[in-house]
Structures are given as C-alpha cells and as structure tokens.
C-alpha cells in the first residue's frame, strides 16, 4: 500500500466530483475544493446524486458503502486550509493552460513539501505545467474517463522530471481506488484514451456542424454500423459540452470553427449537456 492517506481534489465539476467519490468510497479521506461556497453547495448535490447512481450501478455500494463513503468527504472554499496535510492534490479545474498554471503557483506556495500534485487535464501535456508547480519532480498527470466506477482507466504520465518513485506510488493508489493504472512511458497529448477518442468526436461534430448529417443521424450511423453503445454526440452530452469547447478552442483554425458553431447554436443556448438536462439530447 502507498503512504496516501489525505486526498485533495480541485474542482467540483462531473469528473472531479467522480474522482473525489470514487477516493472515498475507498476508503481515502477527501477534500473537494473549489472556488466559492455557493459552487460547493452544488456540488453536494453532485455527490448525493453519486450515492444513488454507485447504489444502483455498483456491486456492494447498495449495503451501506456508498452512504459512508459521502461521511470521509468535506468541502472547502479556501485552497490553503484545503492542502495544509494533503498527500495527493488531483486537479481537475477547466481545461485552461493560464489558470492551471496559476492555480499550481499558488498551490505550491501553500501545499506541505510532501505533497504530490497529480492534473487531471485531458489534452495538455503535464510538461506544460510542471514549471509552475514549484517542484516538477512531485508531479505527473492522472487522468481519469467520465463515469470512473464504470470506465475505470487511470491513465499515469510524467515528465522527464517526475521522480520514478512518485510516478510508481502514483500508479499503486490508482489501483487503491479501484481503476485500472495503464502507465504511459512517455508524454503524448491525449494520452492512450483521447489520442482516439477526441479525433473520432471531432469528426462527428464536423459531420453536423458542416451540415452534412443531424447530430442524432451521425450517432445512429455509429451505433448500427459498429455495435457501440453510444454515438458521439451522445458522448459529448455524457463529458459536458464545456469541456471539449476549451480543448477546440486551444486547437488550430479547423478546431476553433467547430468551437465557435458549438458555442453558438448550444453552449450560448444554455445546453451543456446531460448534466443541465440537455445539450444534442433533451433528458428529463
């Protein structure tokens, strides 16, 4: 077993509320912070609404080990108060180099020597990052697929920095959670999973906002012509559609059209996904 025994997770969004429940119903002690008390309320929401789907989806979850796991999570609003004995802080903030990297200096400043700093982030690589942490060898990245109980990869990737030691105690508490540790033996963006999963979104969401197919036709056409549960379109509603915004939006002219098409006719529309009961789907 690793020494982890604190976890600390930035952001209370859908995956970081995921990550932090997930370290919990695992027996970790966890922190969820984010930026204001009013988010945090929010977020209580979130995680009550993880004890049920963890009831009805999780073998065991149904005996009572959902309902203890919501008691070894507390909720901050203030970073320094939040990291003061942390282990291991999972950032998972919005896909946003600038406020990554602000977020890593201040967390720096506050955070014990001790402590491992583990990103979340879909796309960038942790190299671009690291600088900003304070101590680049106690830093990798730790990336985790929506719906962890059931998608359970954690993918490890560190920089040619990152202390072997740390990269290993990481892959470990990856499996202490219940995921599934796929180390990766050098950066690449995306990693194993969004190195395919992001060009196959990407190409149906140029299917539909090129006018060429209606985004429930595009998923159709994945559905019956390859046996998939799920289409694309129904994948962005599931991750959110803020997300993929701010990865296309770092991308090049291609990628920041379909940005812009998906900011104008859904995201300013007020549908964000499955989360805000609709985004390409209505749900109820």
Do not use: C
């Not at 932090?20 to 609404?49: C, M, P, W």
């Not at 920089?159 to 990856?174: C, G, I, L, Y």
């Not at 796929?182 to 992001?198: D, R």
């Amino acid at each position: 077993m690793t020494d982890i025994k604190k976890v600390v997770v930035l952001g209370t969004g859908v995956l970081g509320s995921q990550i932090a429940f997930q370290s919990a119903y695992h027996g970790f002690d966890v922190t969820a912070y984010d930026i204001n008390d009013d988010v945090l309320e929010q977020a209580k929401g979130r995680f009550a609404g993880l004890v049920d789907t963890y009831k009805n989806e999780v073998k065991g979850a149904a005996d009572g080990k959902a309902d203890e796991a919501l008691t070894r999570v507390a909720y901050s609003s203030d970073l320094a108060d939040a990291v003061k004995d942390a282990d291991l802080v999972i950032e998972a903030i919005p896909e946003i180099l600038d406020l990554k990297r602000s977020t890593y200096a201040t967390l720096g400043d506050v955070a014990p020597a001790k402590t491992i700093f583990a990103t979340n982030s879909s796309t960038l690589l942790p190299s671009d990052i690291a600088d900003s942490t304070g101590r680049p060898d106690r830093f990798l990245a730790l990336h985790f697929a929506n719906h962890v109980w059931a998608f359970n990869t954690a993918e490890i990737m560190g920089t040619a920095q990152t202390d072997p030691a740390v990269f290993d105690t990481v892959v470990e508490f990856a499996g202490e959670i219940g995921m599934v540790p796929i180390p990766i033996h050098k950066e690449k963006a995306g990693y194993v999973l969004n190195s395919m999963l992001v060009p196959f979104l990407n190409a149906g969401l140029a299917l539909a906002a090129g006018g060429y197919a209606a985004p429930e036709d595009v998923d159709k056409t994945w559905r019956i012509g390859t046996g998939a549960p799920m289409g694309p379109f129904q994948i962005y509603d599931v991750v959110g559609l803020n997300t993929p915004y701010n990865i296309l939006m770092n991308g090049g002219d291609d990628e920041q059209k379909l940005a812009a098409w998906l900011k104008e006719n859904y995201i300013d529309k007020g549908k964000l996904g499955l989360a805000a009961g609709e985004g390409f789907y209505k749900y109820s």
